[in-house]
């Protein structure tokens, strides 16, 4: 297949893989990434491209797949969540047997209120609260931008708090 009708038939379906990868990442930092990869990908096989029947199935497949192992190599990445007592320990110095307990009970709402956040929203806070990472720092180890970060860890913390005041209501 010559750059021509790579150019032809591939690029202007990109808004569509685009579209799939920033469903599946919730990051548009990271879903460019993806279709930069397949585009990368496409380019390297494109001798082998004029069998494929219908580009757009073949192109969203490859796509969703690449989303995918991103997500499988981020999870494996990511931070161990500390153990209740733990947090409990680093969050509250109280020392009153009561106070302790609903602390921990707490906690323990909050860290699965955490869980249920998307990876990339959970791992931009774990990284700010629980390891006190600077923001600059944050933005290195996951690519995004120093603004991304700001504004996952904002969306985050609202997500957060409203899962919780929902779950004591």
Known sequence: MSSEEFNSVWFPLADRFYKVAFYILESEAEAQDAVQDMF?????????????DNPL?????????????????????????PEPEILASMISTEESTDNGLI?????????????????????????????????????????????NVRVKLSVARKKLKKMTSDEED
């Open 57 to 81: 199935a073949f192109g969203l497949t490859m796509v969703k797949n690449i989303c995918l192992d991103r997500i499988k190599s981020a999870a494996r990445s990511r931070t161990v969540f």
């Open 103 to 147: 602390g921990r009970e707490k906690l323990q709402r909050i860290r699965e209120c955490m869980a249920r956040l998307p990876d990339s929203q959970r791992k931009v806070l774990e990284m700010r609260v629980f390891e006190n990472i600077p923001y600059p720092e944050i933005a290195r180890r996951t690519g995004l931008s120093e603004i």
């Open 40 to 52: 990368l990908k496409l380019w390297n096989r494109r001798s082998t491209l004029g069998n494929v």
